[in-house]
């Protein structure tokens, strides 16, 4: 972790501490409600809840702390990507998605924004620099990819990209703030499922977006306001909690599958293994320019869906279940989720346990489907 990231780690439990006063609170109060006492010009105040809650105000500092960047906070990931297109995105515009990120973004743009007058086309993660962006307002990528895992370069991309006078998006879900830093790199505007890592607990949907650029910001939070697109105050105070324990769970995770994937190189069970810190992934040149961490997902193939199924349900430490940056280590066989991949494909994200003990259980699982 650079001095950079050190000193934003250390300083992300405290922000509120400059606003205490004697007998305030240490841990963040959660504000239920959906009316305010505004009498009279109210303006700069809390007045309804769709416009404004002091706990969205709490983590949304939070977040604009950790990206170097005002945020919006959502309801769910694909309200902060839905934000991202539909406050900047008009009729007749060309926009550019990745065919093998996550579907759903996809989904979005052919049964929503197409019928609108919006359309697009796709193209691959490691090639997305192929072919340039004239005739696009607005590209997207999602780096690492889900779930292959692919990376692209995104200094590179938002370079080409505002030389054809597009806008850039990038979905840093898979990464975090902590593992890669996109507006860092040149991207317009940021958005990411808090769902996953940020919140930790598995028990809340939560998205946010980032920008630099103060006219995007405003679209965003007025589509927001307008759509009532809000997320909810209990769930904003659960992501509350989750960030300030997310450096300490992602160094744990990373740190953790570091190793798992090292060791599951070369297993007899497994084919067609990814993962950007391994010395022979096709990303690991650009993931040790562009990342800070490599992440906690791993990918790879088993011999078949019963295979994939097997394992995942029989090893002990291990849930099976959709979403990933848990506390606890989870994984799916991604073809029933509608991703184009082989049927044994396995999408394993990596948790909190003690990493020898979940390398004996994972181990254990793969050899009970390869003896």
Same mark, same amino acid.
């Given at each position: 972790?650079?001095?950079?990231?050190?000193?934003?780690?250390?300083?992300?439990?405290?922000?509120?501490?400059?606003?205490?006063?004697?007998?305030?609170?240490?841990?963040?109060?959660?504000?239920? @409600?959906?009316?305010?006492?505004?009498?009279?010009?109210?303006?700069?105040?809390?007045?309804?809840?769709?416009?404004?809650?002091?706990? %969205?105000?709490?983590?949304?500092?939070?977040? /604009?702390?950790?990206?170097?960047?005002?945020?919006?906070?959502?309801?769910?990931?694909?309200?902060?990507? /839905?934000?991202?297109?539909?406050?900047?995105?008009?009729?007749?515009?060309?926009?550019?998605?990745?065919?093998?990120?996550?579907?759903?973004?996809?989904?979005?743009?052919?049964?929503?924004?197409?019928?609108?007058?919006?359309?697009?086309?796709?193209?691959?993660?490691?090639?997305?620099?192929?072919?340039?962006?004239?005739?696009?307002?607005?590209?997207?990528?999602?780096?690492?990819?889900?779930?292959?895992?692919?990376?692209?370069?995104?200094?590179?991309?938002?370079?080409?990209?505002?030389?054809?006078?597009?806008?850039?998006?990038?979905?840093?879900?898979?990464?975090?703030?902590?593992?890669?830093?996109?507006?860092?790199?040149?991207?317009?505007?940021?958005?990411?499922?808090?769902?996953?890592?940020?919140?930790?607990?598995?028990?809340?949907?939560?998205?946010?977006?980032?920008?630099?650029?103060?006219?995007?910001?405003?679209?965003?939070?007025? %589509?927001?306001?307008? /759509?009532?697109?809000?997320?909810?105050?209990?769930?904003? %105070?659960?992501?509350?909690?989750?960030?300030?324990?997310?450096?300490?769970?992602?160094?744990?995770?990373?740190?953790?599958?570091?190793?798992?994937?090292?060791?599951?190189?070369?297993?007899? @069970?497994?084919?067609?293994?990814?993962?950007?810190?391994?010395?022979?992934?096709?990303?690991?040149?650009? @993931?040790?320019?562009?990342?800070?961490?490599?992440?906690?997902?791993?990918?790879?193939?088993?011999?078949?869906?019963?295979?994939?199924?097997?394992?995942?349900?029989?090893?002990?430490?291990?849930?099976?279940?959709?979403?990933?940056?848990?506390?606890?280590?989870?994984?799916?066989?991604?073809?029933?989720?509608?991703?184009?991949?082989?049927?044994?494909?396995?999408?394993?994200?990596?948790?909190?346990?003690?990493?020898?003990?979940? %390398?004996?259980?994972?181990?254990?699982?793969?050899?009970?489907? /390869?003896?």
């Amino acid at each position: 972790m650079s001095e950079t990231a050190k000193s934003r780690a250390a300083a992300l439990p405290h922000l509120r501490r400059g606003g205490f006063a004697m007998g305030d609170s240490i841990p963040l109060p959660l504000t239920m @409600a959906a009316i305010f006492h505004a009498p009279g010009d109210a303006t700069g105040f809390n007045q309804y809840g769709r416009f404004s809650n002091p706990t %969205w105000d709490a983590v949304e500092h939070m977040l /604009s702390h950790l990206e170097d960047a005002p945020c919006v906070g959502f309801p769910s990931g694909m309200a902060a990507i /839905s934000a991202a297109f539909f406050a900047v995105l008009k009729a007749g515009d060309h926009i550019l998605l990745p065919s093998d990120g996550y579907h759903t973004t996809r989904a979005l743009a052919d049964r929503f924004l197409k019928p609108l007058g919006v359309t697009y086309d796709v193209r691959p993660t490691s090639t997305f620099l192929d072919g340039g962006f004239d005739g696009y307002r607005l590209a997207f990528v999602e780096t690492p990819a889900n779930p292959g895992l692919d990376i692209c370069d995104i200094a590179a991309v938002a370079e080409a990209v505002h030389k054809a006078g597009a806008l850039l998006v990038v979905d840093n879900t898979t990464m975090t703030p902590f593992g890669q830093r996109p507006l860092d790199h040149g991207a317009d505007i940021v958005v990411a499922a808090d769902t996953k890592a940020p919140n930790g607990h598995s028990d809340v949907l939560f998205g946010h977006v980032a920008s630099r650029n103060a006219d995007i910001i405003a679209a965003v939070t007025g %589509w927001r306001e307008v /759509s009532g697109s809000i997320p909810g105050p209990f769930e904003a %105070w659960l992501v509350h909690r989750g960030l300030e324990t997310l450096d300490v769970r992602f160094d744990r995770m990373c740190s953790s599958a570091e190793v798992i994937a090292r060791r599951l190189q070369g297993h007899r @069970a497994i084919t067609g293994l990814r993962y950007p810190g391994l010395e022979g992934d096709p990303s690991h040149n650009l @993931a040790r320019a562009q990342m800070e961490r490599f992440g906690f997902l791993i990918s790879f193939e088993l011999a078949s869906e019963q295979k994939a199924e097997d394992f995942i349900n029989n090893c002990s430490l291990m849930q099976a279940a959709t979403s990933f940056g848990g506390v606890h280590t989870s994984a799916e066989r991604r073809l029933k989720r509608g991703d184009a991949v082989p049927a044994g494909f396995v999408r394993l994200s990596v948790g909190c346990e003690p990493v020898e003990e979940l %390398w004996k259980a994972i181990e254990a699982s793969l050899g009970r489907i /390869s003896g």
